[in-house]
């Protein structure tokens, strides 16, 4: 009779866990697509964190370089015969730098003379994404900014540089930067 009892016993344990293990089972299991999209969601963030930390860094340089290309005013020498009547009358005014409508897309343009990158077809990037920009003011549209040198952006470029005597080729390079940006200044 003990026998039987602790078989009893044993068994409505085990019954116990199993029902207790079945219970978690059926709570936590996901099914196979959720599990996916549970999986492309942690993809995502971490892809997320690292272009977040990217920009943080792109945009500190940035500023760093743009500290840096600030050109330094001199100290102007200047030999006066007769003595200024107040100390205001010396002191000059310091002009301000011309900014434009469109100055940071002018910016944009002049990174990408400065770096030297010439995009053709199949290029990416959000430098293709600048060009894309001023060709969306250029031609009054608003396409959509991709980021990819496909036919149309191509096609666009070349009309551009056709239209301001380049060679309308429809790759972009240093000449057709610089004269998207004298159209840009010449907007105001």
Known sequence: MLDTLKFVFFSIVALALFGLLGYWAVSHLQSGPEFAANQEIQQLKQENDALTKQVADLTSQLNTAQSLSQPAVPAQTTQNTEPASTPAA??????????????????KLQQLITANISM???SAGTRVGTVQDFLNIYNNTSN??????????????AAFQKAQGLTADGQAGSGTFSEMINWLKQQG
């Open 90 to 107: 010396s002191m000059q005014i310091p002009t301000q730098p011309t900014t434009y409508k469109y100055q940071s897309l002018v910016d």
């Open 120 to 122: 053709k077809l199949k």
């Open 144 to 157: 959509k900014i991709d980021n990819s040198y496909g036919t149309s952006t191509e096609k666009a470029v």
